[in-house]
């Protein structure tokens, strides 16, 4: 998670944006005190609700740069993950994903695939593609990597800052045991079709960048759309 | 701080409670309003959309009520009043959400428009049933503030009151309408922008610093600070201190001491209990010589004054009590006129609520009389009347509650078939 933190805030640097204007929204996942030496604004928010936490922050003020950081696969806000991606909102998104719910007592995530760990009777689920989810629900830039590829990850983070709309970025980041496992078993495939990104067993973990691109995002739309209903008449939406 | 004129649709108003209540939003300057449509509110929030770009603010509809929410928090963060309009299901869902909103003590307004029933209960038909859950749904200590308009006109000023409320004292505010109250057209006036009083947001001026997002002001109420000015923000759901940094030491739980590290858990009650003088409002008519009050709120309030008429004629010395202010509830008057009074008649519509409360300040000293009804429709002023009667003739206060069997009850169930409080 440290090694996460770490290249977020190269990342910050690398990408040149305003650590002022940045606010961190994370769910309960996190421990709020990693941010101390960022420098940014920070909103630990409930259970599964940073996503739309941002969404409003992104609406009342479009000068805000929104670092959301989820850790739960998006499973208690995964409807707003779906729906944040639709709509592009201007958010820049970390899943990180450990498999587990490291902050109680280690349940499976809906990221979950293994047999590495002790759970007394192995997942049976299968896993969630959350790269193929972002994609096929718009989101303009989506990549995975793992928490040692370090480098990769800063370069990953100060890409992705300063696009507009929904980015993704999932970081592999088990416990510091299983990190170089993991880190062994991948392969970088930049490009690759997020519908064959899906972590199985026995197979190697596929990281890269998987999608670049742009489209519309909401405010540009919303004030687009309604220009064109009400010229002049219309208020564009501005921070107060 | 005058409201923005271009805010204020100035002028008589032919429209329902619902759309009374999006105005009274727009005049109080609220420019951001989350929702999911939910009967009976969607035309609050259409009448907000419809108004919103022309007047700077955002209208979005969200994929639940779970994430309106949470969106207006972030919005209200990000520096603008925000808002959200539900009913009684979407209510239930946002519960989580308004704890963390107590918590960080962040300033916006839910609209209910009660429906009938518990779950899906009757989307298109009245209901008070969510007094309750108003003051207490989601988990945790925290005091909020519940105001219950009777009327469009009401509807209109109450929320328009709410905001400032809200902004006053960093806590959310609740409007507690109902379908009858949002579905009623009535003449509205709205005044002119000069006529209303804005509570802007209470901002920190001093230096970026020093700016800790707990600190309180003398009243107990803290100072806001927007997002991504530089105050480097700290907030979170987990219980925290004056700088908005966790605390888990059960020793500073109870913020007594001066230390920075004692928690603020106790203020989040405190402020709304020492400032509840400035903050309750109700309105009487009649009391000075009653025997009987007959205490409401919503359009119950209004169903009661037929009631109230009628006994007065039959030489009944009865007064009203109407809440604006559900929560805080106004404690001291109700034990006031508890000694005056021979019998208190609660009309709600839901099976014993706020009744409760009355009980709670009379303490025993008059007879609580409660006014059931089951929702989907309003009282029959005769129910009210017959109440008014029966605490008229009763001297000695019982030790409980009673519960007056309706006309309607009394043919669907028999004489004895319901069972009492």
Same mark, same amino acid.
């Given at each position: 998670?440290? &090694?996460?933190?770490?290249?977020?805030?190269?990342?910050?640097?690398?990408?040149?944006?305003?650590?002022?204007?940045?606010?961190?929204? @994370?769910?309960?996942?996190?421990?709020?005190?990693?941010?101390?030496?960022?420098?940014?604004?920070?909103?630990? @928010?409930?259970?599964?609700?940073?996503?739309?936490?941002?969404?409003?922050?992104?609406?009342?003020?479009?000068?805000?740069?929104?670092?959301?950081?989820?850790?739960?696969?998006?499973?208690?806000?995964?409807?707003?993950?779906?729906?944040?991606?639709?709509?592009?909102?201007?958010? +820049?998104?970390?899943?990180?994903?450990?498999?587990?719910?490291?902050?109680?007592?280690?349940?499976? @995530?809906?990221?979950?695939?293994?047999?590495?760990?002790?759970?007394?009777?192995?997942?049976?689920?299968?896993?969630?593609?959350?790269?193929?989810?972002?994609?096929?629900?718009?989101?303009?830039?989506?990549?995975?990597?793992?928490?040692?590829?370090?480098?990769?990850?800063?370069?990953?983070?100060?890409?992705?800052?300063?696009?507009?709309?929904? &980015?993704?970025?999932?970081?592999?980041?088990?416990?510091?045991?299983?990190?170089? +496992?993991?880190?062994?078993?991948?392969?970088? &495939?930049?490009?690759?079709?997020?519908?064959?990104?899906?972590?199985?067993?026995?197979?190697?973990?596929?990281?890269?960048?998987?999608?670049?691109?742009?489209?519309?995002? +909401?405010?540009?739309?919303?004030?687009?759309?309604?220009?064109?209903?009400?010229?002049?008449? +219309?208020? &564009?939406?501005?921070?107060? | 701080? =005058?409201?923005?004129?271009?805010?204020?649709?100035?002028?008589?108003?032919?429209? *329902?409670?619902?759309?009374?209540?999006?105005?009274?939003?727009?005049?109080?300057?609220?420019?951001?309003?989350?929702?999911?449509?939910?009967?009976? $509110?969607?035309?609050?929030?259409?009448?907000?959309?419809?108004?919103?770009?022309?007047?700077?603010?955002?209208?979005?509809?969200?994929?639940?009520?779970?994430?309106?929410?949470?969106?207006?928090?972030?919005?209200?963060?990000?520096?603008?009043?925000?808002?959200?309009?539900?009913?009684?299901?979407?209510?239930?869902?946002?519960?989580?959400?308004?704890?963390?909103?107590?918590?960080?003590?962040?300033?916006?307004?839910?609209?209910?428009?009660?429906?009938?029933?518990? $779950?899906?209960?009757?989307?298109?038909?009245?209901?008070?049933?969510?007094?309750? /859950?108003?003051?207490?749904?989601?988990?945790?200590?925290?005091?909020?503030?519940?105001?219950?308009?009777?009327?469009? /006109?009401?509807?209109?000023?109450?929320?328009?009151?709410?905001?400032?409320?809200?902004?006053?004292?960093?806590?959310?505010?609740?409007?507690?309408?109902?379908?009858?109250?949002?579905?009623?057209?009535?003449?509205?006036?709205?005044?002119?922008?000069?006529?209303? %009083?804005?509570?802007?947001?209470?901002?920190?001026?001093?230096?970026?610093?020093?700016?800790?997002?707990?600190?309180?002001?003398?009243?107990?109420?803290?100072?806001?600070?927007?997002?991504?000015?530089?105050?480097?923000?700290?907030?979170?759901?987990?219980?925290?201190?004056?700088?908005?940094?966790?605390?888990?030491?059960?020793?500073?739980?109870?913020?007594?001491?001066? $230390?920075?590290?004692?928690?603020?858990?106790?203020?989040?009650?405190?402020?709304?209990?020492?400032?509840?003088?400035?903050?309750?409002?109700?309105?009487?008519?009649?009391?000075?010589?009653? %025997?009987?009050?007959?205490?409401?709120?919503?359009?119950?309030?209004?169903?009661?004054?037929?009631?109230?008429?009628?006994? !007065?004629?039959?030489?009944?010395?009865?007064?009203?009590? !109407?809440?604006?202010?559900?929560?805080?509830?106004?404690? =001291?008057?109700?034990?006031?006129?508890?000694?005056?009074?021979?019998?208190?008649?609660?009309?709600?519509?839901?099976?014993?609520?706020?009744?409760?409360?009355?009980?709670?300040? $009379?303490?025993?000293?008059?007879?609580?009389?409660?006014?059931?009804?089951?929702?989907?429709?309003?009282? *029959?002023?005769?129910?009210?009347?017959?109440?008014?009667?029966?605490?008229?003739?009763?001297?000695?206060?019982?030790?409980?509650?009673?519960?007056?069997?309706?006309?309607?009850?009394?043919?669907?169930?028999?004489?004895?078939?319901?069972?009492?409080?």
């Amino acid at each position: 998670m440290d &090694k996460i933190i770490e290249a977020f805030h190269d990342g910050i640097n690398k990408s040149g944006r305003d650590r002022e204007k940045m606010c961190m929204v @994370t769910d309960i996942a996190y421990d709020p005190e990693v941010v101390d030496y960022l420098g940014v604004d920070l909103f630990h @928010t409930n259970r599964g609700r940073a996503i739309a936490f941002a969404t409003g922050m992104k609406l009342s003020n479009p000068n805000l740069i929104l670092a959301v950081f989820i850790g739960d696969m998006a499973t208690l806000g995964g409807n707003h993950f779906v729906h944040a991606a639709r709509r592009n909102m201007d958010l +820049f998104v970390v899943c990180v994903n450990d498999f587990r719910y490291r902050k109680v007592a280690a349940q499976e @995530t809906p990221g979950d695939f293994s047999r590495l760990e002790f759970s007394s009777y192995c997942s049976i689920e299968q896993p969630l593609n959350l790269p193929h989810l972002a994609r096929s629900n718009g989101a303009v830039y989506v990549a995975r990597w793992t928490a040692l590829h370090h480098e990769d990850l800063i370069n990953s983070m100060a890409e992705a800052l300063p696009q507009a709309g929904f &980015k993704l970025i999932e970081v592999i980041s088990p416990k510091p045991e299983l990190l170089e +496992f993991f880190y062994l078993n991948s392969e970088i &495939k930049h490009g690759e079709d997020t519908a064959k990104v899906g972590i199985e067993e026995d197979k190697k973990i596929v990281v890269g960048k998987f999608v670049e691109r742009e489209r519309e995002t +909401f405010i540009d739309a919303y004030n687009k759309q309604h220009y064109k209903v009400l010229g002049d008449k +219309f208020i &564009k939406i501005a921070a107060e | 701080m =005058k409201a923005d004129p271009k805010n204020v649709f100035t002028g008589s108003h032919y429209i *329902d409670g619902d759309v009374a209540c999006a105005y009274g939003a727009v005049a109080a300057g609220c420019k951001y309003l989350a929702g999911y449509p939910i009967t009976p $509110s969607t035309e609050a929030a259409e009448a907000f959309a419809v108004k919103a770009p022309y007047v700077g603010a955002q209208f979005i509809q969200m994929e639940d009520e779970l994430g309106s929410i949470a969106s207006v928090l972030g919005a209200s963060w990000a520096g603008k009043k925000a808002m959200t309009i539900t009913s009684g299901p979407g209510f239930s869902l946002m519960m989580e959400t308004i704890g963390l909103g107590a918590a960080t003590e962040t300033p916006f307004v839910i609209i209910n428009i009660q429906r009938a029933g518990p $779950s899906t209960g009757v989307p298109t038909s009245t209901g008070q049933a969510d007094m309750m /859950q108003a003051k207490w749904g989601s988990h945790g200590d925290y005091e909020i503030i519940a105001l219950a308009p009777e009327s469009p /006109q009401e509807s209109f000023e109450l929320t328009f009151k709410a905001f400032n409320l809200a902004e006053r004292y960093r806590v959310p505010v609740m409007v507690m309408s109902d379908e009858c109250v949002g579905h009623m057209a009535e003449k509205v006036v709205i005044p002119n922008a000069q006529e209303l %009083e804005v509570e802007p947001r209470r901002y920190f001026t001093g230096s970026k610093k020093d700016y800790k997002p707990f600190k309180r002001d003398k009243d107990l109420v803290p100072w806001m600070a927007r997002a991504g000015a530089g105050y480097k923000l700290y907030l979170t759901g987990l219980t925290h201190g004056e700088d908005g940094r966790p605390i888990f030491d059960v020793k500073t739980f109870e913020m007594k001491s001066k $230390s920075l590290r004692g928690s603020t858990n106790r203020y989040l009650v405190d402020k709304i209990r020492h400032n509840r003088d400035k903050i309750i409002k109700f309105e009487e008519h009649q009391t000075d010589d009653a %025997e009987v009050v007959v205490v409401s709120y919503g359009i119950s309030a209004r169903v009661a004054i037929k009631a109230v008429k009628e006994a !007065r004629e039959s030489g009944i010395k009865v007064g009203t009590l !109407r809440l604006v202010t559900v929560w805080p509830f106004p404690e =001291k008057r109700i034990e006031e006129l508890a000694h005056q009074v021979k019998g208190f008649v609660v009309p709600e519509i839901n099976y014993g609520q706020v009744v409760y409360e009355v009980d709670r300040c $009379s303490q025993g000293r008059a007879n609580v009389i409660l006014v059931p009804h089951g929702g989907a429709a309003v009282h *029959d002023s005769d129910d009210i009347l017959g109440a008014i009667k029966q605490a008229a003739t009763d001297h000695n206060p019982y030790d409980r509650i009673l519960e007056y069997t309706t006309a309607l009850e009394r043919e669907v169930f028999g004489e004895n078939m319901v069972s009492k409080i």
